[in-house]
């Protein structure tokens, strides 16, 4: 097993050799897995052209790590643990074992049906155990996964179906979330129509609703696993084969596909989870993300499981039946570790202290944090009222596109700071630049956060589009990994997260580009430009506002905002739903026609005090117009 880091001093120890030796010091954690060959290089890099290669030659397998390792070792322990949405419904439970065989059978299905080493499965399920399975059993035969969260729209998959090319789409018939039930096979079936490289929907039963199959290409889950095969040999996989591609927004259009690989991703994603989380043998760990983000990607499965962890997957949401029901959850199944995420922190905190009332929570020993900076309050009130004030808060910063968490403390070493997170972890090398790229050197600096070494965990490319790859992070600051992300070190070399510094926003924890929101908005017929910013929203982080310019002024300015509403829901998803929508006459633009989003952004944030030099503005005027408009908002 990987061997911990238990105090500062190994940390110390630990982070000074990651960067003296760093294919020494990732080249010994990666011995703590099981290859079928060894590696010619430890890693091969160059940042000018975006090539990464970690264990390149190695052969290895990530499901023979995380399943049949334990499968041998622990096989009656429990793997994975789920709970329904309601709590009426009883939860289940795979040991390592009965994982094994699951994945082998649905594996084996996957075969059956033509799909191979290197072909692309899309996966649109809710938190269910089938999805662990089939994201494991593509890992099995080397096919990539494409998870789709499903809160995405039928245009979204299209998207992404045609993006990556699958040929196999895995959904359930319906989900539930709360009292609210949501026909998943309707939205895919939308999406199949346009999207002929499907051959099959491979479909399992949640609900009790009769639904129509199509002949030929839907097929049942359970049919399918009726016959198959309880035995599939992993296929042998090079540490530099894809694993899978995961979409997430940028600044600029359409979601990017980013792809990470076997080997760096498997060793990454195992060391950060047992050191972040100072892993012990028998934690019962919750992380709250969903599988169709890389939280749930990294740490509710692959993390969890490469260390022999047991992970809970939870259906439902915080609030149903009652606002108690994530202590019912944790207090049920004795939870060790909670891994959530800010805007689930404050909206708990908003219902008052009685949430708590006959709940224990004592089993819970390390608490974490992630999706966006998690402020001083909400901070305190999750250590006193969730840790009881012994729980340790892990505040990670990462990303899709870094595969793991890279600035973090780690649970009983690192000194806590609120809203801080802290120090890099062993492995990163994080530097902070200014405008002009150039380093700012010393503690106490704010700026760009940019990383300047590769980590075995990052992205290696944008499926089909490496040139976008160079030109999103490694063009903006030559030959430095650009985040996105601004930072500050304080006086102790600590790092605090302080946001986005692109067109980023960061909605509840969903990451949110505003072109495609834009994107969305300018399809309506009515509606000739559109710029969307972020603002402060008290339990959303962020919340999206909308400046729209319309053809003809609207008679029905409802029945327009509720139109632009239900485009953002169809063609992105619910989540991306504004809060508020403006329409104005103009929008303030520079002579060279560019939108000044920075006063927009400001005139969300109700910070017009000081607006700054308007005077390049191609009609100033404007400006005391949307904010006088602002009011009926
Ligand atoms: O802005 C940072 C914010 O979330 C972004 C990455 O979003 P995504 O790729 O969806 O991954 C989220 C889960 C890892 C980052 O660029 N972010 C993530 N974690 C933190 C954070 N901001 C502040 N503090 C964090 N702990």
New binding site residues.
Partial sequence: MIETIQSMSDYHTAYQRSIDKPEEFWSEIAENFSWYRKWNDVLKWDFSTAEVKWFDGALCNITSNCIDRFALLTPHKSAIIWEANSPQQQSKRYSFKELQIEVAKFANVLKSLGVKKGDRVAIYLPMLIEGAIAMLACARIGAVHIVIFAGFSSESIIDRVNDCDAKVIITADSMVRGEKKISLKEIVDEAIGQVPQIEYCIVLKRGEDNIEMKHGKDLWWHDLMLHADSICEPEQMNAEDPLFILY??GSTGKPKGVLHTVGGYMVYAAYTFANVFNIQKDDIFWCT?DIG???GHSYSLYGSLLNGTTTVFFEGVPTYPDHGRFWDVIDKHKISILYTA?TAIRALESFGDSIFKDKNLSSLRVLG??????NEEAWHWYHKNVGKGNCPIV????????GG?L??PIANVTNLIPAF?TLPLPGVQPILVNEKGEEMIGNNVEGNLCIKFPWPGMARTIYKNHGRFVETYFSMFPRLYF???GCKRNEDGFYR?T??VDD?I?VS???IGTGEVEDAVGSHPNIVECAVVGFHHEIKGQALYIFAVCIDAPMQVAALKKEVETLITTKIGIFARPDKIQIVKNLPKTRSGKIVRRLLRKIAEDDISNLGDISTLVDADIISEIIAGKMSV
């Fill in positions: 997430t927004s993300a983000w890389i939280t800010p944090s992630v999706g966006e900076p998690i505040d990670t910063w990462w990303q899709t596109e870094t968490i600035i973090s997170a985040t996105g992300d997260i946001g986005r980023v960061n924890g969903h990451r």
